[in-house]
């Protein structure tokens, strides 16, 4: 294994089971992300790329191959590990932001860090701090139908940071806002993983977004090929 891998998969594979038919969407991927990078990972719709990026995240399982993510064999990981890793490990921004329409902007974000374990006021004040991060500062004490499309994502980015992450993966991150949302919310993204050194896999249909990574991928037929 690369020194300097983070993330390394080796044939993974993936299919889904109906019956007496199979759907394969993952067809024996390879790919090493080396600490501190982002990866940019487009193609068409359907094609896996959100189940890859699941099986990173430790939210699906591979069907077959081996899945390595910061020490953790992702393929066999017990479920205390499983937990552990999602909490501490990976940092996860979706295309829809997911926040708690009854929780403040502020509970949003403190909330994954109180669930595992941080006290409520450390909490609180980490999350303030990266509310202030990403620009919404002024922000705290609102509700998510408060706030913008371009200012829920980027309490999701904060978020998703809380627990200090050293991978983080996104998930067409700006796929429902508009143009100025989008370079806004992309601007925010890359400055925080890059001031973190937090390795960044994304999954992207947007040209401009995917060019902004360090390396740009293609997902087709199930293989990932470098563009």
């Keep these: 294994?690369?020194?300097?891998?983070?993330?390394?998969?080796?044939?993974?594979?993936?299919?889904?089971?109906?019956?007496?038919?199979?759907?394969?969407?993952l067809a024996g991927v390879e790919l090493t992300v080396e600490s501190g990078t982002?990866?940019?990972i487009t193609g068409?719709?359907?094609?896996?790329?959100?189940?890859?990026?699941?099986?990173?995240?430790g939210l699906e399982f591979p069907?077959?191959?081996?899945?390595?993510?910061?020490g953790y064999r992702l393929d066999a990981l017990a479920e205390d590990e499983l937990t552990e890793y999602r909490q501490h490990v990976v940092g996860l921004v979706f295309q829809f932001h997911f926040l708690l329409k009854d929780f403040t902007a502020l509970e949003n974000v403190l909330l994954p860090a109180y669930m595992a374990g941080v006290g409520r006021e450390a909490a609180e004040v980490r999350a303030g701090e990266l509310l202030r991060e990403v620009g919404l500062g002024e922000r705290l004490q609102h509700f998510p139908h408060q706030l913008s499309g371009g200012e829920r994502q980027r309490v999701a980015v904060a978020r998703a940071l809380i627990n200090d992450p050293s991978i983080m993966l996104a998930d067409e991150p700006t796929g429902n806002l508009d143009?100025?949302?989008?370079?806004?919310?992309?601007?925010?993204?890359?400055?925080?993983?890059?001031?973190?050194?937090?390795?960044?896999?994304?999954?992207?249909?947007?040209?401009?977004?995917?060019?902004?990574?360090?390396?740009?991928?293609?997902?087709?037929?199930?293989?990932?090929?470098?563009?």
């Design 1 to 25: 294994m690369n020194e300097r891998a983070v993330i390394q998969l080796s044939g993974v594979e993936k299919w889904f089971q109906s019956g007496v038919e199979r759907l394969q969407v």
């Design 38 to 40: 982002s990866t940019a």
């Design 44 to 57: 068409e719709s359907g094609c896996g790329k959100t189940t890859l990026l699941n099986i990173i995240g």
């Design 63 to 70: 069907s077959a191959g081996s899945a390595v993510s910061a």
């Design 179 to 227: 143009e100025d949302n989008s370079e806004l919310v992309a601007d925010t993204l890359f400055a925080l993983v890059r001031s973190r050194n937090t390795t960044l896999v994304m999954v992207t249909h947007n040209r401009e977004l995917a060019a902004r990574g360090d390396r740009l991928l293609r997902l087709e037929h199930g293989v990932l090929n470098r563009i």
